[in-house]
């Protein structure tokens, strides 16, 4: 069974880091970009960025709203892939989902998020 | 990279057919047809309904299809249920080769 879990959420002052991790388990991890996305509280979805495999450069692509703050990273041993969220602010509260996508051996064109995890909640107080 | 727009809302009656309009742009929408869309009840997470415009999983009720007209996709519930009540998002792969989300639609079930 595919699964993917989200971990590392919790309550960080504005200013501060956090890392969330997405263990994914049921699958060929390596063979999948990962995705991130987040949903402030009464909002709605928003795209924060994705890794590709390393097969495909492992290159990140990422929202400008967290471009030069948040980097995106993989484990393929671990199955893990991580956003590291710097400098903090109080509109970075939300719920952080992670999202798969299959990269063939040629491309990683059709970001079809077809399984994702149940999230993980941020809160940056101020 | 604006949001791709999406009416706040729809609603419909049980049995009646709706359509959710999702509008981009030549860079987004318009150039590509990785556009898929996604079904969220509250405090759940998202579930794919449609990908590449119109093909839909395995496990998703024919009720449910897509379509794409220039810069506009769209999504369209046949049939409509109480269980189709909930929020509904499109996704779209861009030029930059980013992502962009819609706004969202809440669907309503008189």
């Known amino acids: 069974e595919v699964q993917l879990v989200e971990s590392g959420g919790g309550l960080v002052q504005s200013g501060r880091s956090l890392r969330l991790s997405c263990t994914g388990s049921?699958?060929?991890?390596?063979?999948?970009?990962v995705t991130w996305f987040r949903q402030a509280p009464g909002k709605g979805l928003e795209w924060v960025g994705f890794?590709?495999?390393?097969?495909?450069?492992?290159?990140?692509e990422y929202a400008a709203s967290v471009k030069g703050r948040f980097i995106i990273s993989r484990d393929d041993f671990k199955n893990i892939a991580y956003v590291q969220m710097n400098s903090l602010k109080s509109e970075d509260t939300a719920v952080y989902y992670c999202?798969?996508?299959?990269?063939?051996?040629?491309?990683?064109?059709?970001?079809?998020?077809?399984?994702w995890g149940q999230g993980t909640l941020v809160t940056v107080s101020s | 990279q604006s949001a791709l727009t999406q009416p706040a809302s729809v609603s419909g009656s049980p049995g009646q057919s709706i359509t959710i309009s999702c509008t981009g742009t030549g860079s987004d929408i318009g150039a590509n047809n990785y556009i898929s869309w996604y079904q969220q009840h509250p405090g759940k997470a998202p579930k794919l309904m449609i990908f590449d415009v119109s093909n839909r999983p395995s496990v998703i009720s024919n009720r449910f299809s897509g379509s794409k007209s220039g810069n506009t996709a769209s999504l369209t519930i046949s049939g409509l249920q109480a269980e189709d009540e909930a929020d509904y998002y499109c996704l779209s792969y861009t030029v930059s080769s980013t992502l962009v989300l819609g706004s969202g639609t809440k669907v309503t079930v008189l």
């Open positions: 999202s798969r996508f299959y990269c063939s051996s040629t491309s990683c064109y059709d970001p079809i998020q077809d399984f």
């Open positions: 049921g699958y060929v991890f390596e063979d999948y970009a």
């Open positions: 890794i590709r495999t390393l097969g495909q450069g492992g290159t990140t």
